[in-house]
């Protein structure tokens, strides 16, 4: 049986006397039209492709941007000297968001003897930011209660729900004088609330190293100096 499109080719293949075209010519029309065909397909084809991958791409942004970060400096005696790195790192991460109730939520939490919420979860900046300035103006003291941080990160996530992911910074020197204990509270953190926690150790020893790297997620542990802490803040990957 002849195809449609070799029919269709026989018909309109006839010079204006009617006689027809030689045979040559009808393949050769036949061999172009096949190209032609077969162009337009791989055109429909890479046009669905990249339909996919824009969408794909698309629904990778908006998880990314869908995100509770926990902010939690140490503001242990240990620190004392150094608090103008941590402010500074601190305020250049913040500054990098947009932030919004159905996007990105940061709180932030310092701790000592005790944990203090400077801000709670939220998406207000500028009162955010007015939070993260105090930092400058305190002078750590006190021993190093990580654990209580930790708490005060679990009620902050309660208060507002789980619909997002959930991401906690810990910015410390040094290892809690409760280890075990701040252990089984970050844990939970990471299991029962299914948080991503970034250990973030600052001109320390290998045994707080150790600490750390067991409280962080895994590939979430990073070690630096301070005058390179703004820098590792800003390379964290909230795209979890």
Known sequence: MTSCTKTIWIVVSKSQSGENVPVRTQRMAAFFLFNY????????LISLLLVLLLS???K????????????????????????NYVHDALFHFVNKFD????GVRIGLITFNDDAKVLYQLGSDKEQLLKAVSTIISTVPDGTTNMMSSLVSAMN?????????NRVVIIISDGSPFNIDATKQTANDLKNTFNSTIFGVLVQSTDENGQFMREISSLGCYVQTDYSLLTSALKKLDMCI
């Open 60 to 83: 990778q942004n908006t998880d990314c941007i869908k995100v509770d970060i926990i902010l939690i400096a140490d503001m242990s005696g240990s620190i004392k000297g150094h608090e």
């Open 37 to 44: 065909n077969l162009f337009t397909m791989m055109k429909t």
């Open 99 to 102: 932030l919004s109730e159905d």
């Open 56 to 58: 794909t791409s698309f």
């Open 156 to 164: 902050e996530f309660l208060k507002r729900g789980a619909n997002q």
